[in-house]
């Protein structure tokens, strides 16, 4: 099957959750995706996304199984303690520092599972200001898209290995131990607030002072990611705080968040935003009114472009004519009928000067490409000098969108250029050094620029590829495991096997006479070292030929009817027949041969046996 069909029956699948059960996974990483239907699929033995999909129809129960195994519910009290102990230490302050002494403190937990970050949270705040304050202050509301692991949250039973990362201390202080388990205090549960949430489907929880969504925007794609950030950023009060997991980071959402310690991945929403990043963020989560705000801002933006005193044109990535604003249809002469037109086949291609030559150097090196003075006659017959910039448009992944090229009127600048060339050369000289020296420096920042970008997005991309290695690495453990036991076995096998030949090998070379051993079919299967000697024929050149084809100087057509009796099946089938022979030396012997039926594991006769044993010579 190849991979476009194997991604359509994928996208069935996930069509048929969604309207069976609600869940939707179109924000979640394909490749992760994937590999963990695969592995469930794995697990009961059945192979192609389609035949999952039936079982699925004859089998409900099998739904539990399967989100059970692509939400990965792994948690414990405090994960990753040294990020918790920042919290702690830094961030509950400084929420605490901005609340009235009566003001209620509202936290989230996003992806909560299971319950013990929730719970984690709980027991923090608690600490910081009391278990008075905390009962009449704080709401905690922990969400998660699995019903089974919010099930086992609202219980808030655990055994003695599950709070290992609790001191004694808080053990007994915010547990209640009942047998061999512990139940979290019910009047501190009664804080803690459970219910179903799907980032992507659902409304934010508002108003909230620190939300906590560890390693659960890994499993998104780019566009999901951007989605629930904006949710998550109307959700939080300004001067809030965004605490993710140590996969996860905010590079390219850097207007929205900014880090407040990035090792610890904590986040503090940026308050402030311009226009156009609410209108984006408003559009994000779903709002119309924002998206007819946006096209508004959009069409003003095309509307200034346009009107720009500076001719400017824009070239996409395939070679089109994308834009070009009033100024440059005045002075080349061209219609918006030019717009999505192949620049090449544009006059302006290659006057007043070759573009082509200038965007490829400007898209390898990625930098702009300046060229001067370039002398143009315009339809008027009014000669202009202008300067040409063409500049690559990057997108925040430092990925080409474009090319702009604008094309600056420098008429009067020359003019005046000339005048004072005539009146001081030497200062001129001195400028344009200094000229070429700042565009140098310009261009160098630029680069560097460039170069500390994509080391940051080569780091983000190589520390999502290692995790993914490292689960790839335990499957693969895994499997090896499973194979070297399989090998073991073979090998243990192989050995019986070889030990059982020579013990069958003994037996045929320990025999005083010739053994041959026929199939059905009457080809030769065994010829032991004996007949070798008896009738000189190797062992070789016996086996798989028809017995009664062999020219060995045994009178081969006197054994066809015992033979025959022997496959028959009859009673009394082995006999026993005296031959005159010629043996491999040239001497005539008598020579007893014994017939008697091969016999399979059930019974059926597979071939005949014949034993061959030459007679002493009788007295004359």
């Known amino acids: 099957m190849t991979n476009s069909s194997k991604n359509i029956e994928f996208e069935a699948l996930l069509d048929y959750v969604k309207r069976s059960r609600g869940f939707d996974f179109a924000g979640y990483k394909r490749s992760s995706l994937m590999r963990r239907v695969n592995k469930r699929m794995q697990t009961i033995n059945i192979e192609g996304y389609s035949n999952y999909l039936d079982y699925l129809e004859v089998h409900p129960e099998e739904f539990n199984f399967l989100f059970t195994t692509i939400l990965i519910n792994v948690t414990s009290f405090w994960r990753d303690r040294t990020a918790w102990d920042y919290v702690r230490d830094e961030i509950i302050p400084r929420i605490l520092a901005t609340k009235e002494p009566h003001e209620t403190i509202r936290i989230w937990s996003a992806?909560?599972?299971?319950?013990?970050?929730?719970?984690t949270i709980s027991m923090m705040v608690a600490e910081a200001i009391g278990i008075e304050q905390f009962r009449e202050r704080v709401k905690?509301?922990?969400?998660?898209?699995d019903e089974e692991a919010l099930n086992q949250a609202r219980q808030a039973i655990y055994l003695q290995k599950d709070l290992n990362g609790l001191s004694p201390e808080q053990i007994e202080q915010f547990f209640e131990k009942i047998d061999t388990r512990y139940t979290f205090r019910k009047d501190l549960r009664r804080c803690v607030i459970f219910g179903r949430h799907?980032?992507?489907?659902?409304?934010?929880i508002s108003k909230v002072d620190l939300l906590v969504c560890r390693n659960t925007l890994m499993y998104f794609n780019a566009e999901a990611q951007s989605r629930i950030l904006a949710r998550f950023h109307f959700a939080l009060r300004d001067g809030g705080f965004l605490f993710l997991g140590k996969a996860e980071m905010l590079l390219t959402h850097a207007n929205t968040f900014t880090p407040t310690d990035l090792k610890c991945r904590v986040f503090a929403k940026v308050p402030k935003l311009n226009l156009r990043d609410r209108l984006l963020i408003m559009a994000q989560t779903g709002n119309e009114e924002a998206v007819n705000h946006l096209s508004s801002h959009v069409r003003l933006r095309e509307l200034a472009f346009d009107s720009g005193p500076c001719a400017r044109i824009i070239i996409d990535t395939n070679g089109l004519l994308a834009l070009a604003n009033e100024r440059a249809r005045f002075l080349f002469s061209l219609t918006t009928r030019d717009v999505g037109r192949p620049l090449q086949d544009l006059e302006i291609s290659y006057r007043p000067i070759e573009l082509r030559s200038c965007m490829e150097q400007a898209y390898s090196e990625k930098r702009p490409v300046n060229i001067r003075d370039i002398e143009w006659q315009m339809a008027s017959g009014d000669i202009i000098f202008i300067d040409v910039q063409v500049c690559p448009l990057l997108d925040a992944n430092n990925q080409t969108l474009g090319i702009s090229i604008n094309f600056i009127d420098m008429t009067r600048y020359k003019n005046l250029q000339e005048d004072l060339e005539h009146s001081n050369q030497e200062l001129e000289m001195a400028y344009e050094e200094l000229q070429s020296t700042n565009e140098e420096l310009e261009t160098t920042n630029e680069e560097l620029q460039s170069s500390n970008e994509e080391l940051e997005t080569t780091n983000?991309?190589?520390?999502s590829t290692n995790e993914e290695l490292e689960t790839m690495n335990e499957e693969l453990q895994s499997t090896n495991e499973e194979l070297q036991t399989v090998n073991d076995e073979l090998q243990r096998r192989g050995e019986e096997l070889n030990q059982a030949n020579a013990f069958l090998q003994s037996i045929l070379t320990s025999l005083k006479g010739g053994v041959v051993v026929l199939n059905r079919d009457l080809q030769v299967q065994i010829?032991?070292?004996k007949s070798e000697d008896l009738w000189g024929l190797r062992h070789e050149e016996a086996i798989k030929q028809n017995f009664l084809n062999l020219d060995i100087g045994l009178p081969v057509d006197k054994l066809r009817q015992p033979i025959r009796i022997?496959?028959?099946g009859e009673p009394n089938q082995?006999?026993?027949i005296i031959v005159n022979a010629i043996n491999r030396r040239g001497k005539?012997?008598?020579?007893q041969v014994n017939c008697s039926p091969l016999m399979g594991s059930q019974g059926q006769i597979q071939g005949v046996i014949l034993l061959m044993e030459e007679l002493e010579e009788a007295n004359s």
């Open 527 to 529: 010829w032991n070292y």
């Open 460 to 463: 983000e991309e190589l520390q």
């Open 574 to 576: 082995s006999s026993k």
């Open 588 to 591: 005539s012997i008598q020579c």
């Open 140 to 145: 905690i509301y922990a969400t998660d898209i």
């Open 566 to 568: 022997c496959l028959s």
């Open 111 to 119: 992806g909560c599972a299971s319950g013990e970050e929730a719970y």
């Open 198 to 204: 799907d980032l992507l489907q659902d409304a934010p």
